[in-house]
């Protein structure tokens, strides 16, 4: 499962340097339910907002 989350919640962990320890840290997180997931909009939504950006 993917799960898009906001990097403000997880980039006040101390002391996580690298992209291993960062994915670690992730997985431990997501298993003990502690991410929430972000807004993802529905699919015509992102296309009217990819639309009205080009404008």
């Known amino acids: ?9 997880v980039k006040q962990v101390p002391g996580r340097k690298t992209d291993f320890a960062d994915a670690q840290w992730l997985a431990i997180l997501a298993r003990n339910g502690l991410l929430r997931g972000g807004f993802v909009p529905p699919a015509v939504f992102r296309e009217l ?7």
């Open 1 to 9: 499962m993917i799960w898009v989350v906001n990097a403000r919640h």
């Open 49 to 55: 907002r990819l639309i009205a950006r080009q404008m």
